[in-house]
C-alpha cells in the first residue's frame, strides 16, 4: 500500500497565494476526487506532487520517501503519473510506439525496436481501457477525445503507484468516461492512489471515495461520497446554491422553421434530416465518434458535404467553406477552443472583433471604434479580463469560451453551433455560458449544442436530437427527457449492422 | 500587459509605453550604433553616405517587407534573392532585347513577378506543398532562367528612365528609399487598418481558428506570396536602375538577409506576430551595421560574424520576452 502526505504545502505568484494546505493524506486504494473551480489550487496541488511546480514550502511523501520538490523525473521514480489536459504525445509516430514511448517491452533487444512485442503490448493497454484504436495509425490523425484515451492507457501502462488524472473524462462521452473511470478503479483496487481532478459532480460521486474540496487554495471539505450531495460540493465551491447555477427551462421555440436539412451526408455522416425551429435549442447526443461534431461542421461548410440540400431562414444554403456560412448568417463554437478557436497570443480585443472585422472596417479599421465595439462585445459575453488588451491565453477556460461566444454575438448570427461548450470550464462558468447561450435564444438566435453532458442537454434544450453511427437515430421532446431514453437511442445504433450511406470514421467507437 | 494596469502614476505614460514596445530593442539600437559610428567615423553621417545607405535599405528593406507578410501567416519565402535576380535581368531584357518602353518593360516584370507568387500561394494552399519546399524550387529555378535568359552575361544598355530611377533625389533622397518609405506606410496601413490585414495575422496566429470563423485562409496565404515576389520584383527592376545593366548573379543570399531583417524586427518566425515599424528597423540595423563595419575598415569575414552574432542576441531576445510574457500570465477566474 503507497500513501501520500503533504503537508505544510505554500505555493505563491507574486502577491497571490495559490496554495495553502496544511496537511492531506492520501491513503492507497483510494480514489480521491479533487473538485473546485478553476483558479482554486487544483493543477498546483498536482503540480506539486508530480514535481512539475515547486513549492516555495511544504513536504511531499510518497510511500515514506520525500519528493525533492520540483524535480519530475524522482516523482517519477516514486510512481507517480499525471495525466494533464494537455496531450504530450508525438503526433508523428504511430499509436502503439506512443503508448510505450520510453518503455521496452518485457523480454525483447536493447537494441532493436521489436515492432510485434510492442504492437501486442499497446493493444493489451488498449484493451484495459476496452477501446478500439488501430494500433498502427499516426497519433496526429486521431481526434482529440482518442488520444485523451491514448494518454490515459500510457499512463496506466507505467504501472503507477500514484495516478493523477487532471479532467480525463472532459473530452469523452459517457461509455468512454465509464470505461477510463472503471480503469480508475481496477488500479485503486490494487493499492495505487488515484487522484481525479472533475468538474462532473455527479461522476465525482460515482467514482470517488472521498472527496475533497479547494477554493482559493485552501482545503475547505473533505467528505465522503455519502456526504457529498450536489448541493453540498457546489456551495464548498463557490458559496451558492445550484438551484441559481443551472439554467431553468425557457420558453419554447417558435414555429417558423429556421434550418431545414435534408438528406444532409458527409464523409462518415448521414443521410441525415434534421429541422429546427426559430428560437429553439436543439440538443444533439450521441457517443463519441457518433458524428455530431462532423454534422456541426458540414453545417458550417468546414467538412466537405457529398450529398443533401439545407435551407436557412427559408433560402437555400449551400456553403463551401467557413465563410460562405458566416456571410449567410452561421456561427461555430468548436469543440477545442484552444486548436479550433482562439488566437491565444492576441489580445482579447482581436479574439472577439474576429468575425466582426469586415464590418468594422470602413474602408479602414478605426482602432477607437474597434476597442469601444471589442469591450461592448466582451461585456455582452460577460469575458472578465485585467484588460481587453491582454493576451486571451491568460484567460481562465471559462472566459477564454465566453470570448468565443462574444465572437459571434458581435455578428449575431441566425444560426450557432455549439460544440461541448462547457467543456473544462468551471461550475460557475458553466452556469455563465448557458445564460450566454439562453440569451442568445432570447435574442432570436436559433441554437444547436452537441453535448456529452446529458444534464446538460437536458436542462438547456427544448428537443434532443440524438445520433448513432453518424445517423440521427431519435428526436425526444422536452416532455420525454430521461437519460435512459437518451442513452438507449445513443448505444442503440453502435452495433454493427447493414449502414444505408458512408460511415466511415467512426473508429474508436467503444466495445 | 498587466503593468500597465496595475501600476499607473509611477512612470510617465510614454515611458511605460515605450517600454511595452516591443521594437523598443531593435530601434534604440539602430540609435546607439548611428551614433557611435558617426563619432568613429567623419565620412559615416555625410549626406553621399547616408544616400547610399538609403539606397542599400530600399534593396534589404523592401524585400524584408515582403518576406514579413509570408512570415506573418507561418510560411516562409526562400525565393526573393533569386527572384531579385531574374525580375533585374528580365526588365533589362523586355528594355533592351524586346525593346518595349521602359515602363511597359518595368510594368510586365512585374506582372510576372506577381505570377510567380500566384503559383507559389497555389502550391502552399491547394496541394499543401510545404512553403520551405515550394520556395526553395523557386530559388534554384529562378536564379537557372535568370543566368539562362543572360547567357551569364549582364544586359547593358538599359534606357535612361532605369538610369534616372536611382540617380533622382527627392530633397536629397533617393528615389529608391522614398519608394521603401512609401511601402512602409502602405504595409502599414494595410497589416494595422484593414480587416485583410488582421486576417493575415489570425491565419498565422491559429489558421484552424482563423477559418472556423468564417476568414478565407487560402487567399490571404495566396496574397502573401504575391505581396513577397512583388517586392522582389521592386527591388530586381531598382537593383537594374542602380546597375544600369542586367545582373544575373545579383541577389545571391538576399532571402537570409531579408529573413534575418524580419526575425531582427520581431517578425516571430512561427507566424501571428510581428509589426511594420520593428521590419523596417530591423533592416535599418542590418544597413547601419554593414556600412559601419565597411567605413571602419573591418574585414568583410569579420562583418558576417556580427551579423550572425546580432542575429543571434535579437533570436535570444526574442525567446526571453516570450518567456516573461509566459511567465506573468496569471489566470483570471
Known amino acids: 500500500m503507497t500513501g501520500v502526505r503533504l503537508t505544510g504545502l505554500r505555493k505563491s505568484y507574486g502577491p497571490t497565494t495559490v496554495l495553502a494546505v496544511d496537511e492531506l493524506e492520501l491513503r492507497g486504494g483510494q480514489i480521491v476526487a479533487l473538485v473546485g473551480e478553476n483558479g482554486a489550487g487544483k493543477s498546483t496541488l498536482t503540480g506539486i506532487l508530480s ?31 499525471l495525466v494533464s489536459q494537455e496531450f504530450p504525445l508525438v503526433g508523428q509516430l504511430p499509436v502503439a510506439e506512443n503508448l510505450l514511448l520510453g518503455l521496452r517491452p518485457a523480454g525483447t533487444s536493447r537494441l532493436f525496436v521489436n515492432r510485434g512485442a510492442t504492437r501486442r503490448a499497446a493493444t493489451a493497454l488498449l484493451d484495459r481501457l476496452g477501446v478500439v484504436i488501430e494500433p498502427d495509425r499516426l497519433v496526429e490523425t486521431l481526434t482529440v477525445p482518442q488520444q485523451q484515451l491514448i494518454e490515459i492507457a500510457k499512463a496506466l501502462g507505467r504501472e503507477p503507484s500514484v495516478l493523477v488524472l487532471d479532467e480525463p473524462t472532459s473530452a469523452l462521452g459517457p461509455v468512454e468516461s465509464a470505461a477510463v473511470l472503471g480503469a480508475a478503479r481496477d488500479l485503486a483496487e490494487r493499492g495505487a492512489v488515484v487522484v481525479f481532478i472533475g468538474h462532473r459532480l455527479d461522476e465525482v460521486r460515482e467514482i470517488a471515495d472521498r472527496v475533497v474540496v479547494l477554493r482559493n487554495g485552501r482545503l475547505v471539505a473533505d467528505l465522503t461520497p455519502a456526504e457529498a450531495t450536489e448541493q453540498r460540493l457546489v456551495r464548498a465551491m463557490v458559496g451558492a446554491e445550484l438551484s441559481d447555477l443551472v439554467g431553468q427551462p425557457t420558453a419554447g421555440g417558435g414555429d417558423r422553421i429556421a434550418f431545414r436539412a435534408t438528406g444532409l451526408a458527409a464523409r462518415g455522416l448521414g443521410p441525415v434530416d434534421l429541422t429546427v425551429q426559430d428560437g429553439e435549442i436543439l440538443g444533439i447526443a450521441g457517443l463519441m465518434g457518433s458524428g455530431r461534431s ?51 497570443d492576441a489580445p482579447v480585443r482581436w479574439n472577439v472583433s474576429l468575425a466582426a472585422l469586415r464590418g468594422l472596417a470602413r474602408p479602414f479599421l478605426s482602432p477607437a471604434l474597434e476597442l469601444a465595439f471589442a469591450t461592448e462585445v466582451a461585456e455582452s459575453a460577460n469575458v472578465t479580463c485585467q484588460s481587453i488588451e491582454q493576451a486571451v491565453r491568460g484567460l481562465s477556460g471559462g472566459n477564454q469560451q465566453k470570448s468565443v461566444f462574444g465572437r459571434w454575438f458581435a455578428v449575431k448570427p441566425r444560426l450557432l453551433l455549439l460544440d461541448e461548450p462547457t467543456r473544462g470550464v468551471d461550475i460557475g462558468a458553466k452556469a455563465g455560458i448557458y445564460r450566454l447561450i439562453e440569451a442568445a435564444a432570447a435574442d432570436g438566435m436559433t441554437v444547436v449544442v452537441v453535448s456529452s453532458e446529458l444534464e446538460e442537454l437536458m436542462q ?7 445520433m448513432s453511427r453518424g445517423h440521427l437515430v431519435r428526436t425526444i421532446d422536452r416532455d420525454q427527457f430521461s437519460k435512459e431514453s437518451i442513452m438507449t437511442a445513443a448505444t442503440s445504433g453502435a452495433v454493427p449492422r447493414p449502414a444505408p450511406g458512408p460511415t466511415g470514421g467512426v473508429e474508436g467507437a467503444v466495445r | 500587459m498587466s503593468a500597465i494596469t496595475a501600476e499607473p502614476g509611477s512612470r510617465p505614460r510614454w515611458a511605460t509605453r515605450l517600454a511595452a514596445t516591443p521594437e523598443i530593442g531593435v530601434i534604440s539600437a539602430v540609435v546607439v550604433l548611428f551614433i557611435a559610428f558617426s563619432l568613429a567615423s567623419d565620412s559615416f553621417a555625410s549626406v553621399s553616405n547616408l544616400q547610399t545607405m538609403g539606397g542599400d535599405l530600399a534593396q534589404y528593406g523592401i524585400l524584408a517587407l515582403g518576406v514579413s507578410f509570408v512570415i506573418l501567416t507561418g510560411g516562409i519565402d526562400l525565393s526573393v534573392g533569386s527572384m531579385v535576380a531574374l525580375t533585374a535581368v528580365l526588365s533589362a531584357w523586355l528594355n533592351v532585347r524586346a525593346g518595349l518602353g521602359a515602363p511597359i518593360a518595368i510594368l510586365l516584370t512585374l506582372l510576372i513577378a506577381a505570377l510567380v507568387g500566384v503559383i507559389h500561394g497555389l502550391f502552399v494552399t491547394r496541394l499543401g506543398v510545404p512553403p520551405f519546399v515550394t520556395t526553395l524550387v523557386t530559388l534554384v529555378t529562378a536564379r537557372g532562367a535568370a543566368l539562362a535568359i543572360t547567357k551569364g552575361f549582364p544586359i547593358d544598355g538599359v534606357s535612361s528612365t532605369f538610369t534616372d530611377l536611382n540617380a533622382y533625389r527627392v530633397l536629397l533622397v533617393p528615389v529608391p528609399t522614398v519608394i521603401f518609405i512609401v511601402l512602409c506606410v502602405l504595409a502599414w496601413v494595410f497589416l494595422e487598418r484593414t480587416h485583410v490585414g488582421r486576417q493575415i495575422y489570425a491565419v498565422g496566429g491559429n489558421r484552424e481558428a482563423a477559418r472556423l470563423s468564417g476568414i478565407r485562409t487560402e487567399r490571404r496565404i495566396l496574397l502573401t506570396y504575391v505581396i513577397s515576389s512583388l517586392c522582389a520584383g521592386v527591388v530586381g527592376v531598382l537593383i537594374t536602375s542602380r546597375l544600369s545593366v542586367g545582373q544575373p548573379s545579383v541577389g545571391s543570399g538576399w532571402e537570409l538577409t531579408a529573413i534575418a531583417a524580419a526575425v531582427i524586427g520581431g517578425i516571430s518566425l512561427s507566424g501571428g506576430a510581428g509589426r511594420v515599424v520593428g521590419v523596417a528597423f530591423g533592416a535599418i540595423l542590418l544597413v547601419v551595421i554593414n556600412t559601419g563595419l565597411v567605413i571602419l575598415h573591418v574585414s568583410p569575414y569579420y562583418q558576417q560574424i556580427v551579423l550572425g552574432l546580432v542575429l543571434a542576441v535579437a533570436i535570444t531576445t526574442d525567446r526571453v520576452r516570450s518567456r516573461r510574457l509566459a511567465r506573468s500570465r496569471t489566470p483570471v477566474s
Not at chain 1, 438547456?460 to 440524438?466: E, M, Y
Request: hydrophobic content about 40%; proline content about 6%.
Open chain 1, 51 to 81: 514535481g512539475i511546480v515547486t513549492a516555495d514550502e511544504g513536504i511531499v511523501e510518497i510511500a515514506g520517501s520525500t519528493l525533492r520538490a520540483g524535480d519530475p523525473r524522482h516523482a517519477q521514480q516514486l510512481g507517480v503519473s
Open chain 1, 294 to 344: 462532423r454534422l456541426l461542421h458540414t453545417i458550417m461548410g468546414a467538412t466537405t458535404r457529398t450529398a443533401g440540400t439545407m435551407t436557412l431562414g427559408g433560402e437555400p444554403y449551400a456553403p463551401r467553406s467557413p465563410a460562405d456560412a458566416v456571410a449567410a448568417g452561421v456561427g461555430l463554437v468548436p469543440e477545442d477552443r484552444k486548436h479550433q478557436a482562439l488566437l491565444l
Open chain 1, 460 to 466: 438547456l434544450t427544448h428537443r434532443i436530437a440524438v
